[in-house]
């Protein structure tokens, strides 16, 4: 009897985890078919294949018996599928021993703890697609296109994806440090992180006042395995309520599964339209069409940002071409290729890119991103950093720290009177403004005390809607 496994499609990068090595949140059970016969497509190379592999095996030989040191023959077993997959240069391609995909089975299946961001690999540099809502990642200030340069201390140069994410990692209450260098910066800058146990709800539903007008508002933070019911009961629940337009938010939306965001897509989007396409090697495309029998009888828009990444990107590409749907917001991450989990016989498996996903009109955004038909920026205070206050900041400085608290002043209403890196007397006087109504001693210099509740200010002010420049241009838009 032929032992099954289920053939798994990932659309997404990988959720920085603990319980295993990370949590994977794209994979859709699209077909079955046994490990076997897999194998057995592979079993029978032509001629010259056998040449080129008996050219590998000669290596093996020649390094297992030769070299001036012993080396492990699983060693360059593993080695060997490393090298063949590098030489790919597709960050979403990887190996992962007996070991490592056994902890990542065991992630899948347990509850997720970790910093609550999703990672990936960009041209050789670890970087985050985006921090979860409400994760401690976020709440530390970490922020989409980061790119990570050392865990504790130990750079992730030369790592894979895994090896990263490995040590990132770590039980619930422990702390991780985090080197990160950000766009903009000239300086990296050093985060810490407390893990902890990451939500799975990954649909949240608000009904909106906006100029008189009912938006139904609706924030998918994943496409998970239940997200597309979710979705479904708190659309039913809106639409009962009489709402006048609805606003999906898949900002910071990592991705996660394909018939996640196919089922959405199906509640949406009218028959005859495409919903996306996937491409195969050979270049056949694969056109996947609703079953809806009508459009929606209210107007309907997507928030997106540059966190907005793999199935996200399916959605917004998909309600714009095929639905006609505004988007509005930032152009998004930009990943356009589909993943399945092969099984080695041995428990290890390969992860490898097979297919392209499309969007309806045929368009692929891999690299690209899919570009808002609305183009919104945040205000300044979304850009800003945590300030790194090891020494405090104070008159007639100048530098990227002071400047980064300044856009914070600007942002929360305490005008320092400039935003160049100067620390002016006028800074002064805003910062002693601040301190004053915050409780603070009113030193006019930021130590760390006041750097930390200047970050938390920055915070709260960010969750209120009037600041939130997307959302409002969005409701806008719709209530027209």
């Not at 994806?161 to 990132?168: G, N, P, Q, V």
């Not at 090697?281 to 990444?309: C, F, H, I, M, Q």
């Amino acid at each position: 009897m032929k032992q099954k496994w289920t053939a798994l499609l990932m659309v997404c990068s990988l959720a920085v985890g603990s319980g295993g090595t990370y949590a994977a949140m794209g994979w859709s059970e699209l077909w079955s078919s046994s490990a076997e016969e897999v194998m057995q497509q592979q079993a029978k190379p032509a001629k010259s294949d056998e040449e080129r592999l008996d050219k590998v095996g000669q290596a093996y030989s020649l390094i297992l018996n030769s070299y001036v040191e012993k080396v492990g023959e699983e060693q360059l077993v593993e080695g060997a599928i490393q090298g063949m997959l590098s030489t790919l240069k597709d960050p979403y391609s990887v190996y992962m021993n007996k070991e490592t995909a056994k902890q990542f089975s065991d992630t899948l299946e347990s509850t997720f703890e970790g910093i609550g961001a999703e990672v990936s690999k960009v041209d050789d540099k670890i970087v985050i697609v985006s921090p979860f809502k409400g994760s401690p990642a976020e709440k530390a200030g970490l922020k989409p296109n980061d790119q990570i340069l050392k865990v504790d201390g130990h750079s992730v140069a030369g790592l894979d994806l895994y090896e990263a994410t490995l040590k990132i990692r770590g039980e619930k209450g422990t702390m991780v440090k985090l080197e990160v260098a950000r766009k903009g910066l000239k300086e990296p800058l050093e985060v810490s992180v407390k893990r902890d146990e990451i939500p799975q709800i990954t649909v949240y539903s608000d009904m909106k006042k906006h100029h008189g007008e009912k938006i139904g508002y609706v924030e998918v933070t994943s496409f998970s395995e239940n997200t597309a019911y979710e979705f479904k009961k708190e659309l039913a629940s809106l639409e009962k309520k009489g709402m006048d337009a609805l606003l999906i938010d898949v900002r910071g939306n990592p991705g996660g599964l394909l018939s996640s965001v196919g089922e959405i897509l199906k509640q949406l989007v009218p028959e005859g339209k495409a919903l996306y396409q996937i491409e195969e090697r050979n270049g056949e495309k694969t056109r996947y069409a609703s079953p809806l029998k009508e459009a929606k009888n209210y107007p309907l828009g997507v928030l997106v940002d540059k966190g907005s990444a793999s199935a996200s990107e399916i959605l917004a590409g998909s309600l714009k071409e095929a639905g006609g749907y505004p988007v509005i917001g930032e152009k998004t991450f930009g990943k356009g290729t589909v993943q399945q989990a092969v099984p080695m016989r041995d428990g290890s498996n390969i992860k490898l890119t097979l297919f392209k996903w499309l969007t309806p009109d045929g368009n692929w955004i891999h690299k690209k991103g899919v570009k808002p038909t609305v183009a919104v920026k945040q205000p300044g205070l979304y850009r800003t950093h945590p300030i790194k206050a090891d020494v405090s900041l104070k008159q007639d400085m100048n530098n990227e720290q002071v400047k980064n608290a300044q856009e914070i002043l600007t942002g929360i209403g305490f005008a320092p009177g400039r935003t160049d890196g100067y620390f002016s007397e006028q800074t002064e006087t805003a910062v002693k403004a601040y301190q004053k109504k915050n409780g603070i001693k009113a030193t006019g210099i930021i130590d760390e005390k006041t750097a930390a509740a200047l970050e938390e200010t920055a915070r709260k002010e960010m969750k209120k809607e009037e600041n939130d420049a997307q959302l409002q241009a969005a409701m806008t838009l719709l209530a027209k």
